[in-house]
């Protein structure tokens, strides 16, 4: 049968659990739902799916939930020995180089982001100049992460909308 689906959650890798959480609820506003822990690799039923995911000889991990305002949930995992690539936007390649969040305060959520150690990629953007205040910018997380803002839903950004 097919229908939308909703999205359930996103995973992110950081270098520094404690960190990426300050940094989550202080500049997002996110909130924790399950505070940081550590995943050992063993025959519990954490342990042999996280097996199946990464294979055998992972070792451990430490892992922290949090979830928007629409509930969306931020997984954030810190692997031991995890690298920063030298280039984190490798637009080019398969897989997801970004994630985006809303605020009709796009100014002052990059003032946030880049005062928290994250930093502005790009001026922000008019959509349709003259038309519609649809308004967006690129900025990376003070862990590499490329997160996009948007001054409105998604929807009314790309649809007829209301405007």
Same mark, same amino acid.
């Given at each position: 049968?097919?229908?939308?689906?909703?999205?359930?959650?996103?995973?992110?890798?950081?270098?520094?659990?404690?960190?990426?959480?300050?940094?989550?609820?202080?500049?997002?506003?996110?909130?924790?739902?399950?505070?940081?822990?550590?995943? =050992?690799? +063993?025959?519990?039923?954490? /342990?042999?799916?996280?097996?199946? #995911?990464?294979?055998? $000889?992972?070792?451990?991990?430490? %892992?922290?939930?949090?979830?928007?305002?629409?509930?969306?949930?931020?997984?954030?995992?810190?692997?031991?020995?995890?690298?920063?690539?030298?280039?984190?936007?490798?637009?080019?390649?398969?897989?997801?180089?970004?994630?985006? =969040?809303? +605020?009709?305060?796009?100014? /002052?959520?990059?003032?946030?982001? #880049?005062?928290?150690? $994250?930093?502005?990629?790009?001026? %922000?953007?008019?959509?349709?100049?003259?038309?519609?205040?649809?308004?967006?910018?690129?900025?990376?997380?003070?862990?590499?992460?490329?997160?996009?803002?948007?001054?409105?839903?998604?929807?009314?950004?790309?649809?007829?909308?209301?405007?």
């Amino acid at each position: 049968m097919r229908y939308p689906r909703t999205f359930s959650h996103i995973g992110l890798s950081v270098p520094n659990l404690e960190q990426a959480v300050k940094f989550y609820t202080e500049v997002m506003g996110w909130y924790v739902i399950m505070e940081p822990a550590e995943v =050992v690799e +063993d025959d519990s039923a954490i /342990g042999v799916m996280c097996t199946d #995911v990464f294979g055998k $000889g992972w070792g451990k991990f430490r %892992i922290a939930h949090l979830a928007t305002g629409d509930k969306i949930g931020i997984e954030l995992f810190e692997f031991p020995e995890n690298e920063k690539p030298e280039n984190n936007f490798v637009y080019w390649k398969t897989g997801i180089f970004h994630y985006c =969040v809303q +605020d009709p305060d796009v100014e /002052g959520l990059v003032e946030k982001i #880049v005062e928290h150690g $994250g930093k502005q990629r790009m001026p %922000i953007r008019e959509y349709y100049p003259g038309e519609k205040p649809y308004r967006m910018v690129y900025c990376e997380d003070p862990f590499g992460n490329l997160v996009e803002i948007y001054s409105h839903s998604y929807e009314l950004t790309y649809s007829e909308g209301a405007y």
